[in-house]
């Protein structure tokens, strides 16, 4: 119940945020385009005080495991600077100019922005319905621009790597690679019924791939939970594969599996290469490798 | 008081809801993703969540205006004019999966290379849509 509190909260700052700040007058965001005309300064003011407190949540976000609710927090940043980003955020720019509306104000505006504030949130939920099929329109004109495969595979060893999220299209590819074993570290609570477990076992298994479910709950991972994902390392005939919302849980699973073996810099620096923050749990990774360290004597 | 003053505190607002909605959500605050992941129905897996955000930007904006008066948008009343560009600000923010909240406020925040160049790319497109339909064709 808490998340929805906080998500009420969020929403209605940001409301608040865009009301005191004058982004809803849509001569503020005309105006700070407008570098001809009569050039108003107050979106960069806006801007740099929205990124100052969020940059302050980043690096707050970045020494956790988790939120502050114990859900999973966002995965690091995707690299790819694609045809989509760029064609897409021209578009959006050329709308936003228009009208002087972006997203946020124009939801906001239903409260008071009046007919014409909902005839523009009406044509930019239109604007989104088309959008997938402009998305498949810009791949067939320049199938080299768009991205060739959505996959990222991670690997933090020769015979393990972690990855966000996959569907059943990605297997191919997974298998493609060489990895002979997929693991599904996530809950099918948290996720489409096409993606659970069943399907992508189904999916995988009829490529051949071994298929293994660990489902670790964010902030609640358990001994049994690395026990289990070793024992599937050890059962595997290749590398292995695997996956949870954005990777981390895949790498926390990894790391605590290997204290011990390798020093808890090492565990900790791999992961580190693709983002994933694992000095939160320094702590517990040393102490797991001074207690196989104990049971050898 | 100076309106950059407004705009700064009004800021400050805005990255806090953020902040909220990353620490304690574990979420990105993108508008444009919030509700097109609903309309394209990707996010149902959440959508209780993205409702319940939606509802609080709605509801406070509305419930600050009523106790403060109306806030004038000086949105065009070029009818065809708002429905272009909300068709351009749906499609565009939908295919560079973001807009000025998640790319901007977000993304730049966490010094990401994709909502830096987005933002580049909307604010010199922008700049451009402005300079010709506002000083060469004169229509808004």
Known sequence: MQRYGFALLSGGLFGAGLLTSGMTDTRKVQGWLDVFGDWDPTLAFVMGGAILPMAVAWRLAAQRRDSYLGLDLPGPPKREVSAHLVIGSVIFGMGWALAGLCPGPAIASISYGGVGGAVFLLAMLAGMVVAPRVRDRIDQAAPAASPRSKMDIRALTPTYAVSPQIDPSDLPAIKAAGYTTVIDNRPDGEIPAHLHTQQMKAAAEALGLKFVANPVIGGALSMDNVRLQAQAMAEASGPVFAYCASGNRCSVVWALMNAGERSADDLIRTPAKYGYNLEPIRAQIEALAAEAEASKD | ?140
């Not at chain 2, 990353?22 to 129905?41: C, K, W």
């Not at chain 2, 966490?110 to 010709?132: D, E, K, P, W």
């Open chain 2, 1 to 140: 008081m100076h309106d950059w003053i407004w705009g700064f505190v009004g800021g400050l607002m805005i990255g806090g809801a953020a902040a909220v909605f990353l620490l304690f959500n574990g979420r990105i605050m993108g508008a444009s993703g919030i509700i097109g992941e609903l309309v394209d129905r990707s996010g149902l897996a959440n959508w209780a969540e993205r409702v319940v955000f939606l509802a609080g930007l709605i509801a406070v904006p509305y419930l600050l205006t009523l106790a403060f008066g109306g806030a004038e948008t000086h949105l065009t009343g070029n009818w065809l004019v708002i429905v272009i560009a909300g068709i351009l600000v749906g499609v565009g923010s939908r295919l560079a999966n973001g807009c000025t909240s998640g790319h901007g406020v977000c993304g730049i925040s966490r010094l990401s290379l994709r909502g830096i160049v987005a933002t580049v790319f909307y604010i010199v497109a922008g700049g451009v849509t402005m300079a010709v339909m506002r000083h060469l064709i004169g229509v808004i």
